[in-house]
């Protein structure tokens, strides 16, 4: 997925963490986003030899283990960091999956980043629609000026309908002012994305 914020490409292996992705990348607070990061494996050798936990290998080869997300956030006492692993809860019943985690979380704790379990019952599904419908929107295909000239007549048109779905406003709007279908919404959305054009996110 290309990270609007980042301007990379950012690879995620499941889709709660491409639904962590958008709420992280509309997140304001949120400067960069690095995924799967790697954890150095002398600490969390030394970190599941204190915890008598067994260190994940594969065929027989010490792993090198991964956080989902590893976030840097901008707040009002300075720069932080905070580090974020996604699993389905389904997961968390399997005693191997929760002995990996919490070599994971003492690895955070010793190096002084707070660390966060989340799972699809934390992920706010409309919340994630919204943004995946908007996600796209994110890369303007049309001039600022062209989309902030409109932005009255969008705002006059939402607030005479205020129980029409966005949509048929859209048509309403291209309908009115002769334009080709589709380019309303096109512009809504984009300005949405831009927060130029408030809502209510979880709705």
Known sequence: VWGHLTQRTHHLLSDIELSTF?????????TDIREQYPLHLDDTL?????AGIRHPAVNGFTHIMSTDFLVD??????????????????????IRAVEKLEIERLYWKLKGIPWKLLTEKQIPKTVVENLNLLYPSRK?????????????????????????????????IDSSYSLEAGTSLSRI???AALRALTFQIST
Do not use: C
């Open 22 to 30: 958008l709420l992280l990348e509309w997140n304001p607070s949120v």
């Open 46 to 50: 030394d970190l599941a030899e204190q």
């Open 73 to 94: 956030l901008s707040t009002d006492s300075g720069p932080q960091q905070l580090a974020i692993q996604v699993k389905s809860s389904s997961d968390l019943k399997d």
């Open 140 to 172: 303007q295909t049309e001039k600022l000026e062209l989309l902030f000239d409109s932005l009255p007549t969008f705002v006059k048109f939402l607030a005479a309908h205020p129980n029409t779905k966005v949509a048929e406003i859209a048509m309403l």
């Open 189 to 191: 959305r984009a300005l």
